[in-house]
C-alpha cells in the first residue's frame, strides 16, 4: 500500500553509516525519478551520485541540518548518510523546472523507504562550496541533496497543537516529532 | 512494487468521464499529500476539491493540454476529469513553497494509480479565470490542477530517439507515447 509507504518515509537524519549503500541501489532509485513526471517531458533533471565515504566526505560540510534543532549542528561521525543523490538541473536543456524536482526526489525517496533505507531531501546547502568540492560545471544548477542511509533514530508523526506551531522537535529520549495539519485545515473546499 | 506503480502512473488526459469518484477517495489521495515531506515542516498547501460535473465544469475551461498535440484541443464531453484537485498554496502561512508542490503532486498521483485511476498534473491554466468561476480567496496562490478520471487511453514510454527529441506524440490509433531520456543519459557522475 501507498499509504503505508508514505507514512514510513519520513525525513531521517541519522543513520548507521557502517552500512553501505551500492551504486547498483543508487541506480534503481534514480530509474524511478527518470520514470515519473516532467513539465512538457523535457527531463531537465541530472543526478551525481555519492556511496563511498572518499566523496561523501566532500559533500557533507556543505550541508545544513534541521534548521529548528538549535543545539544540533547535524549528525556525528557514525550516524552520517551513507550515500547522497545530488539534483541538478542541466540548463542546456531548460532553466524552467516547474515542479519536477519534488516529484524525482519523492519518487526516489519512496524508492529507498522501500528498500529498507532512510532519507532526508536536503535544500540548505552551500551550494558556491559544493561546486567547487565536487568540480560541477557552471552549466549545472544544484537544486537538492538527498541523503540516504539505514535509518537510526525514531520519527513520529503529530497532530500540530493549539497553538498552530510546525516545528518539529527532538524529546530527551531522542525521538524527533513532527506535527502534522489536519485534514480538515488543508481542505478548503 | 514502487516500481510497478510509478511505471502505470502515466500522464493520462482522456477518461471515462461516467465513472464518479467520491469525495471520500479524494480525501485519502489529500491524505497521502499531507503526511509527505514539507520544507520546514510549513506545510503551506491547501486543496479545492471537485468531484460533481457542476464545479467540474467550471474548472474544465481554464485548463490548456498536452501543448505538443496541436491538432488537440482537450478530452471532449464524455472523455473528461472525473475529479480535479486544485493544489493552492497559502500565502499567509508562507510563499515559500521549495519542493512541496511536487512532493504532493507525486504523492497524489500514485495514490490514484494504485485505486485505478489515472490522472495528469495540469500548470498551464487560466489561473485568474479559475479564480473568478471558484471564488478563490486571493489569500491563495493556484499552484497546480490535478484532473483524475477512470482511464481510456494507453500510453507508452520509449527511449528518446536519435535527434533527442523529448516532445510526446499519439499515433494513428490514439496511442501516447513519451520519450525518456536513458539511465546514462541522467547520471552524470
Not at 553501505?20 to 520514470?35: G, N, V
Not at 561523501?56 to 552520517?80: K, M, Q, T, V
Not at 539505514?150 to 497543537?161: H, L, N, Q
Request: hydrophobic share 40%.
Amino acid at each position: 500500500m501507498i499509504r503505508d509507504l508514505i507514512l514510513k518515509n519520513r525525513s531521517y537524519r541519522r543513520f548507521n553509516e557502517e552500512v553501505d549503500i551500492k551504486l547498483e541501489t543508487l541506480k534503481e532509485l534514480i530509474d524511478l525519478a527518470r520514470l515519473s513526471a516532467s513539465a512538457r517531458n523535457a527531463q531537465p533533471l541530472k543526478y551525481i551520485l555519492s556511496y563511498e565515504l572518499r566523496r561523501n566526505l566532500l559533500i557533507f560540510p556543505h550541508l545544513a541540518w534541521a534548521a529548528y534543532l538549535r543545539d544540533w549542528s547535524g549528525p556525528c561521525e557514525g550516524e552520517r548518510p551513507s550515500a547522497y543523490i545530488i539534483i541538478l538541473g542541466d540548463t542546456e536543456i531548460s532553466r524552467f523546472l516547474a515542479y519536477d524536482v519534488g516529484i524525482a526526489a519523492q519518487s526516489i525517496l519512496l524508492g529507498a523507504t522501500e528498500k529498507s533505507l532512510g532519507g532526508c531531501m536536503i535544500a540548505n546547502i552551500d551550494r558556491e562550496g559544493l561546486r567547487k568540492d565536487l568540480e560541477i560545471s557552471s552549466r549545472y544548477e544544484i537544486l537538492l541533496v538527498l541523503a540516504l542511509g539505514k535509518i537510526k533514530e525514531e520519527v513520529v508523526i503529530e497532530t500540530i497543537g493549539a497553538r498552530g506551531d510546525t516545528k518539529y522537535w527532538r524529546d530527551s529520549r531522542g525521538v524527533h516529532h513532527v506535527p502534522k495539519r489536519s485534514l480538515d485545515e488543508i481542505i478548503i473546499g
